[in-house]
């Protein structure tokens, strides 16, 4: 009788049977799944390529070097958008709740990260969403700059950045409002003379825009006041598309200097490269481009 109590008792703790586990890590499965981060039109951020299958590498080595740049370049700007003022005026108990409330809201803003991965379905490539302050053309054109004189290399695996001011939508109205908004600052300002420029688009996992198409409409959307030039432009149109979403930034006419933003260029440059480059320029002017979008961007004049 006490044998059989014992047993019962032994087998009610139920402490190390292996099925009463088995929920649990139901549970945990179901409360550790989540949205993966995507590229969102209003977005700007950073593409980047890399040495073939060191994406995951590459990924942490953009990581510490941005995050090492904003902390050079914009320090505690960031506190300072986000974080409440100090009033020295005298303050009553419902101003101290308000001030503690936005205190909450700006330790969990300094949280989010300027840079956030978001992956990609294609070999090589990489893109980094980024937040304010951070300008992805000014940021990226700082670390070549700084590679170009001589900075000391603190990465392997990273090749070529470009930055994007804006993404958007793959369509036609999604390309002309990107380029409302990127062009606008550049060569429609009030009092902007006249511009010579260039178009270079890329484009990735995509074939339903055709690459005469999106030249022809950025071209419009620059208008006519302005001038194409390949080899001495004053401004540098860079246009992403891959699959469903496009970029675009204007970068300066240090491009070509800067290697094409290409750090394993700037750091240990290729004769052949060069080569590839200065014979893309001459396709170019010639009108006979044969290298495919995404394997070399081109230099595109205006078609329209």
């Not at 995050?67 to 050079?72: L, N, Q």
């Not at 825009?209 to 006041?225: H, T, W």
């Amino acid at each position: 009788m006490d044998e059989s109590k014992k047993r019962k008792s032994d087998s009610g703790t139920g402490g190390s049977d292996p099925k009463k586990s088995k929920p649990w890590r139901v549970l945990k499965k179901s409360q550790a799944s989540y949205a993966a981060p995507s590229i969102e039109p209003g977005d700007a951020g950073i593409w980047a390529t890399c040495e073939m299958g060191k994406e995951g590498k590459c990924t942490a080595e953009l990581k510490d070097l941005f995050e090492g740049y904003a902390a050079k370049l914009y320090g505690g700007a960031e506190v300072q958008v986000e974080g409440a003022s100090d009033d020295e005026a005298k303050v009553d108990i419902e101003a101290e709740i308000k001030r503690e409330v936005r205190g909450m809201k700006s330790k969990s803003a300094k949280k989010e990260t300027l840079f956030q991965p978001v992956k990609v379905d294609i070999q090589c490539v990489l893109f980094f969403k980024t937040r304010e302050p951070i300008e992805p053309v000014e940021f990226v054109h700082r670390i070549c700059q700084d590679a170009l004189e001589g900075a000391t290399k603190r990465h392997r695996w990273v090749k070529r950045l470009t930055p994007m001011t804006m993404m958007g939508k793959a369509t036609v109205e999604g390309l002309e409002k990107v380029a409302q908004s990127v062009l606008q600052p550049v060569f429609h300002a009030e009092g902007t003379p006249a511009k010579k420029f260039a178009i270079r688009p890329t484009r990735r996992n995509h074939n339903i825009m055709k690459r005469d198409e999106i030249i022809r409409q950025i071209a419009s959307a620059v208008g006519a006041g302005h001038s194409v030039d390949l080899k001495n432009y004053d401004h540098l149109i860079l246009v992403d598309v891959y699959r469903n979403v496009l970029g675009m930034s204007v970068v300066g006419s240090d491009f070509e200097t800067l290697k094409q933003f290409n750090l394993a260029e700037i750091y240990d440059p290729s004769p052949k490269t060069e080569e590839r480059h200065d014979a893309t320029r001459d396709a170019g002017r010639k009108g006979d481009i044969q290298a495919s979008d995404a394997e070399m961007p081109q230099i595109i004049p205006n078609t329209s």
